[in-house]
């Protein structure tokens, strides 16, 4: 029987909508599902012009992921999926060389890489964060 | 009940359903969910373009992961030098604009709008 689910609407909307985008949750529709997420620290040292660091997924797929860098500071962390080399603010105590930052992310059948890239080799010793979702769905 | 009190919650292993912390909630008919309309793997060849119909009348958000070289099954969300990604009211548009090679795409376009 194939008309069988689960469907729940929006607040203000009936369940008989036939509207997808009126539903919090609509079986007819896959969503993404969280397999693992974590904070991974980027340790900069004296030298470095990127740092990378991997999270080994586990899954038998290349799944489907999610990441945020934390690079700058203001009045609230601000977060990046990736972006190319951007000139740091007036503050920014994460990044105390005052160097450009960049970052990116992939992931390949083993593993999540992270990584920041800085665009002169550091002076200073300091640390960075991200953060990492590892989906169950496919990029493949 | 009051007719706006009702809805599903199903809590994480290890955490009550009586929880106040969302974050210990796998789900909660309070917020709202990404909903895939449709997903599909594509290809690129050199630069150029491909096009994916959504069949969307208004801007649906969406994802899309690509390998960074062809063939090798290293896949980024996002590798702006390379190739990006774009959508209008009809279709999901890939565009690689360097390289060369058969590059695999995965997309995802979701039925929550993206503006």
Redesign the interface.
């Known amino acids: 029987m194939a008309d069988i689910g689960i469907k729940?609407s929006?607040?203000g909307y009936g369940v008989d909508d036939t509207d997808?985008?009126n539903?919090?949750?609509?079986s007819a529709?896959?969503?993404?599902k969280i397999i693992s997420k974590g904070q991974v620290a980027f340790n900069v040292v004296i030298g470095n012009t990127s740092v990378t660091v991997t999270v080994a997924h586990g899954q038998s797929i290349?799944p489907?992921?999610?990441?945020h860098f934390e690079l700058e500071d203001g009045e609230a962390w601000q977060h990046y999926?990736?972006r190319?080399f951007i000139a740091p603010t007036a503050y920014n105590p994460q990044d105390p060389d005052g160097k450009s930052l960049g970052c990116?992310?992939?992931?390949?059948?083993t593993n999540l890489n992270m990584m920041i890239r800085i665009s002169s080799p550091a002076t200073s010793a300091y640390t960075l964060y991200g953060y990492y979702y590892i989906l169950a769905?496919?990029?493949? | 009940m009051a007719t706006?009190d009702y809805?599903?919650k199903v809590s994480r292993p290890g955490y009550s359903i009586e929880s106040t912390d969302e974050r210990e909630l796998a789900?909660t008919?309070?917020?709202?969910?990404?909903?895939?309309?449709v997903?599909g793997?594509t290809t690129v060849n050199g630069v150029s373009s491909t096009s994916i119909a959504h069949g969307l009348a208004y801007l649906p958000a969406f994802?899309v992961?690509g390998e960074?070289t062809a063939g090798?099954?290293?896949?980024?969300?996002?590798?702006?030098?390379e190739w990006y990604a774009e959508v209008d009211t009809t279709n999901l548009v890939i565009t690689v604009s360097s390289g060369a090679g058969i590059k695999?795409f995965?997309y995802?376009i979701f039925?929550?709008?993206g503006s």
């Open positions: 729940i929006k607040s997808p985008r539903f919090v949750l609509h529709y896959s969503a993404f290349i489907a992921f999610w990441c999926h990736a190319g990116n992310s992939f992931i390949d059948a769905d496919p990029t493949t | 706006t809805g599903l789900f008919s309070e917020r709202n969910v990404l909903k895939v309309k997903q793997a994802v992961y960074i090798s099954d290293i896949f980024y969300a996002a590798n702006p030098a695999d995965y995802y039925i929550d709008a």
